[in-house]
């Protein structure tokens, strides 16, 4: 049964903070899922560095994850259980990040993702590409990522 | 006066630990420190996820830090002070890590640095690519990290 947008959201939260624990650490929320989106947030505090902006490697955390909650919260609407992990990813950091942020992975077509679903129903593996971005105060993209996902059946 | 790499070693722990609130998080250690390389290692338990795998947010913030510890010591050594960043990044799973592991950046040959340092003598910015892996218990890179790093004076 197809699950609504808020309990994905209860959902991904609940999954994201007990399969990986440094996501609690990292202050993770998940802010908001659509059927095309993921958002998740982040604050500056629990991920600043001594230039008082986002370490890198909490900008890539939180950016891998949500393109992980999108495939997640997808998968779970169509009550389908697969493996999701990250095979591979670039991430271009345009300028700083200096306050609590958030991270969207927004799915455009349904293309892309129909033939990754039929690939998986077919042979039980299939890879996406997704983009994540993090904006800056006026809408900017501060962060852009491009992370290849495979997902594959649970042995 | 040029330091030794012993104190240069506890030099990068301390900054690590000092400047990037999150390194300690996750455990980070700087395991050793050459002229020609940096090797910093991290726990399993820190960074573990659902699968009893390293997150691979933590795989890359551990190498990401790993590649800026080469560039710091590097020029703590020549007594250079350069504000260093990453610029954009890029990172394969070559297979999961389930223990706990080391980053090592290596520098083969001189000559892509010294026109590093040549270029930021010249402009006060300079930018340089730094592979980093993270080898698996046979030795074969199980995560392969390739970062651009900028240094620029500090303002």
């Known amino acids: 049964m197809p699950e609504s947008t808020q309990s994905l959201r209860a ?3 609940r999954t994201l903070h007990e399969e990986i624990p440094l996501s609690r650490v990292i202050g993770i929320r998940v802010a908001e899922v659509t ?3 993921v958002t998740l947030a982040a604050p500056l505090d629990a991920n600043i560095n001594h230039k008082c902006t986002v370490f890198g490697g909490s900008l890539y955390s939180v950016a891998v994850l949500t393109g992980w909650g999108l495939i997640y919260t997808r ?3 169509l009550a389908l259980d697969a493996h999701i ?5 670039s991430i271009k950091y345009n300028r700083p990040v ?4 958030t991270a969207c992975c927004r799915i455009d077509t349904d293309k892309a993702f ?3 679903l039929e690939a ?4 039980g593996r299939a890879r996406i590409t997704l983009k994540v971005t993090i904006p800056d105060a006026r809408g900017e993209p501060a962060v852009v990522f491009l992370g290849r996902y495979v ?4 042995s």
Chains 1, 2 share one sequence.
């Not at 992990?85 to 990813?89: A, K, P, Q």
């Not at 997902?151 to 649970?154: A, K, Y």
């Open 11 to 13: 959902l991904l939260q």
């Open 35 to 37: 059927p095309d989106s």
């Open 75 to 77: 998968l779970q609407a």
């Open 85 to 89: 992990v990250i095979h591979d990813s």
């Open 98 to 101: 200096s306050a609590d942020f």
């Open 114 to 116: 129909a033939r990754f």
């Open 120 to 123: 998986y129903r077919r042979r």
């Open 151 to 154: 997902i594959h059946t649970r």
